[in-house]
């Protein structure tokens, strides 16, 4: 049997496998883009690396805030209506958990399974999935997916009032999520970075003093 080489992160303790959102939500410290912060992590390796799992922190928080405002800075998801909020709703399974967020949609049972992992060797950070199935339904949700209306989705909607009649399916719009996000923040990475850097080096000239 062939060994299973799938990423994995740990989270206070428990060991997770990763799926990571694709190149776009990558970030990596190299010559070429960035010249300065390649010295700090040449200088200060083990600060630079805190440093990275802060921002992997940072990030997975502002893909949640995203998902609570209803759609990534500087854009807005398509609004459920009709028979695309009752959709939403009845796909919502996590509504009835401790995570459930009222704003989130069908993004509301990925809120918990969204995640990070930080490459200490090649001194990187990705946006990512603690699923196969997480993200498989986060890809799903961001490029847009259509339903085929069966019987029994149709007597179920009927009962709540929303007719089905003459719908073959039901069309749920894109709703991008992790790369819109990153770019957003991609231009303040380097700074965000820098000031980290200089936050951990006070701090331990503070305490050798």
Known sequence: MAADITPRVTIKGRSYKFFASGGETLFRVNDTATPYLAMLAQTFGPEMNKALASLGWTLRNKMRESMRAG??????????????????QIGDRARSTRSANPHAGLFGHLYQAIGYR????????????LSSRSSALAMKLQEGFETRVTQKMRRLYNARGLKLSGKGSIVTPPRPLVGPVFRAVESQIPTYLEGKISEYLLKKRMKAA
Do not use: E, S, Y
Request: aromatic content about 6%; hydrophobic content about 35%; cysteine-free.
């Open 71 to 88: 759609g990534p800075p500087g854009a807005t998801w398509p609004k459920h209506v009709g028979i695309g909020k009752l959709h939403a």
């Open 118 to 129: 930080r490459d200490k060797a090649n001194m990187r950070v990705q946006i990512g999935f």
